[in-house]
């Protein structure tokens, strides 16, 4: 396994502890499954036939290997690590190596390397042979400075840099960023090995012959448990941040130590990584689906920064009963309001001056908005300190159809408090005093509840025919402040509070599927992508002409905006090519997201189910 031979200097790696049963696994999931379906077939061809000819033909040119020989290639372990060469033998800072398990296949791999060297001999490109401990290395020497000029370069046939002028002056950085690259590879054994840095693969090398050089096992950064979940997974990796601030240090040189500038060692220190142990990363099946884990390794009086304002109550996360049912999207989060906003102050003071005044900034100005109804609003114990531990969030599956269809869809934010009309009343000073209107902010009278609406101050005017700027209505129960754009949504929610009806809460496989992941408490997370899936399908085939700029919903409520060039994309992607929904339906589920933690780690879980409806 690759913990027995990276060395103990690893900063990071990620590893397919076994590629068989990696394919094995993978050719199960409901999504390959799709992909391959008869149904795809027309759209499959017209994207392969786009990669074919963008990235695998590129590559066979420039590498003389078909993409079918590199994937046969691997046979057992595959593992990419970034090591602190600098630690032990004062070589590059972040040196990368990566080992590929070839088995039986050595020849045919030998031969390849053979033929790329003769390619690039016949193209006049630079090549040599370096023996390290005796076995034979091709060194390739490529233009750019680093991994992404490296890949590149792999799809582009480019000119190598002449050869620099003799200089007395220090180079620049635009001189060191186009410094060639060089990448050797040799085989030991049944293993291909590939690196940017000679002295760390001889290090490895020696490792694995035996002479002593401590290992990433031997030096107990990771722990048995580590181990056995590294055995039954079908991707792991890990990260050791307490590693990166030094190395930072050591790549950026003065500029990027704490007080000097910004640079990412001084990010990681306030976001409170730089505490942790150990980060590690996990991909296992989960019958036709996929279960990813995240572990952050830190003891619970370490924990600092941003990495305290995720570390959420350990209190039931469930759905409410009066959640209904058939949600597109669901989250709740445990996080106690007035400690999470002091922690997010503590967050900006340390990330930069700069953050913390803008923040004091608008804390100010919510101060200054709310003094223009009431000359001793204290925005501080008028609101943050009336927040509560619960926040709710949930979106209804859109009606409309087209691409406007889930972007409009409504939604509705709870805010939990045990001063709820109050907090509610708070919040209505601040948007009135800022809305510096006196029509902006209206109220009601709703089942015997009082409701605001108000124009945002920075809101613009809406897409509806009528022009109108939207307005933001908001009401309190017993124990929440709701939010919502959409009237009716939150009349709806505070109806159910009255009265019984179909719950996602009590709907068959929300509990058994968080009992998977060892979820409910902290935060949990719900996404529909059956549904997604559904209104993204018939958008795409019934308006084709404007998948260029569409916003696509992905996991955990993220939304790729495609922006791209309509001629471009149509080369990869003929919408009019998907088949109908009905096709397809059987291969997609839902997703839930969930967290757990003690006295040691946080960990964030995420599964997504094949099959079936939302649960």
Excluded at 61 to 73: D, G, K, M, V
Aim: aromatic share 8%; proline share 7%.
């Amino acid at each position: 396994m690759a913990p027995a031979w990276l060395p103990a200097e690893t900063v990071a790696w990620v590893t397919i502890p076994d590629a068989r049963q990696f394919r094995q696994t993978w050719n199960r999931l409901s999504l390959i499954r799709l992909w391959a379906d008869p149904a795809m077939t027309p759209f499959r061809e017209h994207f392969l036939k786009a990669w074919r000819e963008a990235v695998l033909r590129p590559i066979e040119q420039r590498w003389a290997i078909s993409w079918t020989e590199l994937a046969e290639w691997l046979q057992g372990q595959w593992t990419l690590a970034w090591v602190d060469g600098s630690a032990v033998n004062g070589g590059p800072p972040g040196g990368v190596v990566m080992g590929l398990e070839v088995g039986d296949r050595r020849e045919q791999v030998r031969t390849n390397l053979a033929a790329l060297q003769q390619r690039w001999v016949a193209a006049g490109r630079s090549v040599r042979t370096e023996m390290v401990r005796g076995i034979p290395c091709l060194v390739l020497l490529l233009p750019g400075g680093g991994w992404t000029e490296a890949v590149s370069a792999a799809l582009h046939d480019r000119a190598e840099l002449p050869p620099a002028e003799p200089s007395s002056a220090a180079p620049s950085d635009s001189a060191k960023a186009q410094k060639p690259f060089e990448l050797a590879m040799g085989l030991h054994g049944g293993v291909l090995w590939m690196s940017d840095d000679l002295s760390l693969l001889e290090r490895i090398l020696a490792g694995i012959d035996g002479s002593q050089v401590p290992s990433l096992k031997e030096s107990g950064r990771l722990g048995p448990g580590d181990l056995d979940a590294l055995r039954g997974s079908m991707v792991f990796g890990a990260l050791f941040p307490d590693r990166l601030p030094g190395l930072a240090e050591r790549e950026a040189g003065a500029a990027a130590r704490e007080g000097d500038g910004f640079g990412w060692a001084h990010l990681l220190r306030a976001a409170g990584l730089s505490e942790a142990k150990l980060v590690t990363f996990r991909v296992v099946g989960s019958g036709a689906g996929l279960r990813c884990e995240v572990t952050l390794h830190v003891p619970q009086e370490k924990r600092q920064g941003l990495v305290r304002v995720l570390d959420f109550e350990p209190l039931d996360a469930l759905p409410p009963e009066w959640v209904p049912a058939g949600v597109l999207r669901f989250y709740r989060v445990r996080l106690n309001g007035p400690q999470g906003w002091q922690r997010m102050e503590e967050f900006l003071a340390q990330l930069s001056p700069a953050w913390k005044r803008t923040w004091d900034f608008l804390v100010e100005t919510a101060q200054q908005a709310g003094r223009q109804q009431d000359p001793g609003f204290d925005v501080r114990r008028e609101v943050v300190e009336k927040l509560g531990d619960d926040w709710v969030y949930w979106q209804v599956t859109p009606r409309e159809q087209g691409w406007d269809g889930l972007e409009q869809a409504p939604s509705l934010l709870l805010v939990g408090s045990g001063h709820s009309e109050a907090l509610a009343a708070s919040l209505a000073k601040v948007l009135a005093g800022a809305a510096l209107r006196s029509e902006a902010m209206t109220e009601r009278e709703f089942l015997g509840r009082k409701l605001y609406s108000v124009v945002l101050p920075w809101a613009v005017r809406s897409a509806d025919p009528s022009g109108a700027a939207p307005r933001l209505h908001f009401g309190a129960s017993e124990r929440y402040v709701g939010f919502a754009f959409k009237p009716g949504l939150l009349e709806d929610w505070l109806r159910s509070l009255d009265t019984s009806g179909a719950s996602a809460a009590w709907q068959g496989g929300w509990r058994e599927a968080l009992a998977e992941i060892r979820g409910g408490r902290g935060c949990v997370g719900y996404e529909d992508y059956a549904a997604v899936l559904q209104h993204v399908l018939q958008a795409a085939r019934a308006d084709p002409e404007n998948l260029h700029q569409a916003l696509i919903p992905g996991p955990l409520g993220f939304r790729i905006h495609l922006h791209s060039d309509p001629e471009r994309l149509r080369r990869w992607v003929d919408p009019q090519a998907l088949p109908p929904w009905e096709a397809v339906a059987r291969y997609v589920g839902f997703g839930l997201l969930s967290t757990e933690r003690d006295a040691d780690r946080i960990r964030w879980t995420f599964l997504m189910s094949a099959g079936g409806r939302a649960p």
